[in-house]
């Protein structure tokens, strides 16, 4: 038998489920992190380096020690908002 499609909200508690989830939130702080690299970087050189060579870019830099610094703060009970950026980790 198939299955009825979701109601309207059944789809916003989806969505909100999925705004609300851990991944969701390290994906957009990653994100972010990832567009102020794109900036900085383009800043530096002059020109817009673009989002997949800033995305490369930042992986191979600072994706390591940001996500270790992001989980010590976590683990410490510290709010999001006090999270290091890249720039902060970078300086150190």
Same mark, same amino acid.
């Not at 800033?54 to 510290?78: C, E, M, T, V």
């Given at each position: 038998?198939?299955?009825?499609? %979701?109601?309207?909200?059944?789809?916003?508690?989806?969505?909100?489920?999925?705004?609300?989830?851990?991944?969701?939130?390290?994906?957009?702080?990653?994100?972010?992190? #990832? /567009?102020? !690299?794109? @900036?900085?970087?383009?800043?530096?050189?002059?020109?817009?380096?673009?989002?997949? $060579?800033? /995305?490369?870019? @930042? #992986?191979?830099? !600072?994706?390591?020690? @940001? $996500?270790?610094?992001?989980?010590?703060?976590?683990?410490?009970?510290?709010?999001?908002?006090?999270? %290091?950026?890249?720039?902060?980790?970078?300086?150190?």
């Amino acid at each position: 038998m198939p299955s009825l499609p %979701p109601t309207p909200n059944e789809n916003l508690g989806n969505r909100d489920f999925v705004k609300q989830s851990s991944l969701y939130q390290e994906f957009l702080a990653e994100r972010e992190e #990832i /567009l102020k !690299h794109k @900036w900085i970087e383009s800043e530096r050189l002059g020109y817009d380096i673009g989002f997949e $060579r800033a /995305l490369l870019d @930042w #992986i191979r830099k !600072h994706r390591d020690s @940001w $996500r270790a610094a992001r989980r010590a703060q976590l683990a410490a009970g510290l709010p999001p908002s006090s999270l %290091p950026t890249t720039i902060e980790i970078t300086k150190k």
